[in-house]
C-alpha cells in the first residue's frame, strides 16, 4: 500500500509499504480521510516529539476492513474514528486517571504508524463507531474537537460566560463551538483573516477583531471594549508567541487563560507573574484528549458542531508531502488528505 513516511527529521516521502495485517484486539482500517494537522509540521521538523521512520497522521477516520482475534464490538463494514493516544493504563498517572499525561503514552501517526496511508491498524479500544451516512471526511475531525472539549472541560466554562478565542484555524473554530454550546453569551474571536472572521460569526461568534488594527488587548478589555475588563475564560488557539503572551492579559480578574495551541519544542515567551498574581489569573494548559474522543464523535454524528465549512481542499497521498513539509496556505483550515482520491 502506499502510505507517507516520516523517514528522519526532515525526510517525508511517499512510500510502498506492505499492507498491515490486525493483530489480536486489532482492527485494520481503510482510511477514508486523515487531516493535515499542525503538529503534522512541527514533527517534519524536529519540533515535536516522535519516533522515526513513522507514517504520519493521527486525525483519521475509515471502514473497519478486517478485525483481529477476540475483537468483540467492531465487524467488518462498520465506520469508525480513531482515537490515536494510547496510555499504558499502569504507571501512576495513568492509575489517577490522567491518561494524556501517561509516562508511556503513544500516539498513532507519530510514534506509531498512522492514517497518512491507505490503511491503517488500530486497537480497538481506541475506535469509536460512527454513522454509516455520515460524510466520510467528517470523521476526521474528532481527533481534534476531541482535544478542544478537553480543554473547554478544564476552563469550566458556564451558561452566561464571556470567551476570548485567539486564533481562526480548526481548533480555534471548533471552540467557538463548544463555547457556544456550553452557554457563553459572549465569544469574540481574533484572527487576522477576514474570511475566517466571517466564518467565525456564522459559527457562534458575536463579534470578531482584527490584531492588525492596533492594540488587540486594549480593545477587547477597555471600557469602550469589546469585553470590558476581560473575559471569563480565554482559549489560546493560535500556537504562537504574541498570542500566548496575549491570553491571560486578556482574561478579566479572576478569569482563566487555556493554552491549546501548540508551540514549537524549546520555544519560550515572556509572562508577568505579578499580573497573574495580582488579578489572580488562572494560567493552564489542556493536553490532548483524555476520555473525550467519544463525546467527539457523538457530537460530530449528530450536527451539533459543524465541520463542512471548515475543509480548504482535499488532496491525495501523492500531493501529501508537500502540503506537509510547506506552510499552510493563507486562509486555508483544514486539508484532509483522502487516499482513494474519490
Known amino acids: 500500500m502506499k502510505a507517507i513516511r516520516l523517514q528522519a527529521t ?3 516521502q511517499l512510500c510502498e509499504v506492505e499492507k498491515p495485517a490486525p493483530g489480536p484486539g486489532d482492527l485494520l482500517v481503510r482510511v477514508e480521510a486523515c487531516g493535515i494537522c499542525g503538529t503534522d509540521r512541527h514533527i517534519f521538523h524536529g519540533e515535536f516529539p516522535s519516533k522515526p521512520p513513522v507514517t504520519l497522521g493521527h486525525e483519521f477516520a475509515g471502514i473497519v476492513e478486517a478485525v483481529g482475534a477476540g475483537v468483540t464490538d467492531f465487524r467488518p463494514g462498520m465506520r469508525v474514528t480513531g482515537d490515536p493516544n494510547i496510555s499504558c493504563g499502569g504507571c501512576e498517572e495513568c492509575r489517577r486517571g490522567r491518561v494524556n499525561l501517561c509516562r508511556k503514552l503513544q500516539a498513532i501517526g507519530i510514534h506509531r504508524d498512522g492514517g497518512f496511508a491507505e490503511y ?11 454513522p454509516t451516512d455520515i460524510d466520510p471526511l467528517h470523521g476526521a475531525f474528532c481527533e481534534p474537537l476531541a482535544c478542544c472539549i ?5 476552563a469550566g466554562l458556564r451558561a452566561g460566560s464571556s470567551a476570548v478565542v485567539l486564533g481562526g484555524g480548526v481548533i480555534g473554530l471548533l471552540t467557538i463551538q463548544l ?4 452557554g457563553a453569551t459572549r465569544i469574540v474571536l481574533v484572527t487576522r483573516s477576514a474570511e475566517k472572521r466571517r466564518l467565525a460569526e456564522s459559527l457562534g461568534a458575536t463579534a470578531t477583531a482584527d490584531p492588525g488594527d ?3 488587548v486594549a480593545r477587547i478589555i477597555a471600557e469602550d471594549g469589546l469585553l470590558p475588563g476581560g473575559a471569563d475564560v480565554v482559549f489560546e488557539c493560535a500556537g504562537v508567541a504574541e498570542t500566548m503572551q496575549q491570553a491571560p492579559r486578556l482574561a478579566r480578574r479572576g478569569g482563566t487563560a487555556v493554552i491549546l495551541g501548540v508551540m514549537p519544542q524549546g520555544a519560550t515567551i515572556e509572562i508577568e507573574p505579578f499580573d497573574l498574581l495580582f488579578r489572580e489569573v488562572a494560567l493552564i494548559s489542556s493536553f490532548v484528549n483524555p476520555f473525550t474522543h467519544a463525546r467527539a464523535a457523538d457530537l460530530i454524528a449528530s450536527g451539533r458542531i459543524r465541520v463542512g465549512p471548515l475543509i480548504s481542499r482535499r488532496i491525495g497521498l501523492e500531493e501529501a508531502p508537500e502540503a506537509i ?8 483550515i483544514r486539508v484532509l488528505v483522502v487516499p482513494d482520491g474519490k
Open 214 to 216: 492596533g492594540d488587540i
Open 325 to 332: 513539509t510547506n506552510p499552510a496556505r493563507g486562509g486555508e
Open 150 to 154: 478537553h480543554g473547554v472541560d478544564l
Open 10 to 12: 526532515g525526510q517525508l
Open 179 to 182: 463555547a457556544r454550546l456550553a
Open 120 to 130: 491503517v491498524c488500530m486497537p480497538e479500544s481506541q475506535a469509536f463507531a460512527l
